[in-house]
């Protein structure tokens, strides 16, 4: 049997410059996805670019958001190389 909507546990990488931008989209995940705000840990990449497997390990599911101005290509952003090595 799955694991139950009260205890699932998301972790999603926001990656935003402009704090109106990273509340809405943090509002919007909340709405949409019927999970406590308790459930999701949102990590904005931009201020926090240090991430590594200690931030997902316990995670049902890791989302990467982001914005336009971003490009998974451009590897000059600081926190471009640690999202790779989650991603592996």
Do not use: Y
Not at 19 to 29: D, P
């Amino acid at each position: 049997m799955g694991t139950p909507r009260t205890s699932l546990r998301l972790v999603i990488f926001q990656i935003r410059t402009h704090l109106a931008s990273k509340l809405q989209e943090q509002g919007c995940f909340i709405e949409r996805s019927n999970l406590a705000r308790r459930q999701i840990e949102f990590i904005n990449v931009v201020d926090t670019p240090n991430v590594g497997w200690k931030h997902v390990e316990n995670a049902h599911a890791v989302i990467i958001g982001g914005a336009g101005a971003f490009s998974v290509s451009d590897t000059t952003h600081p926190f471009t190389d640690p999202l790779i090595e989650i991603i592996h």
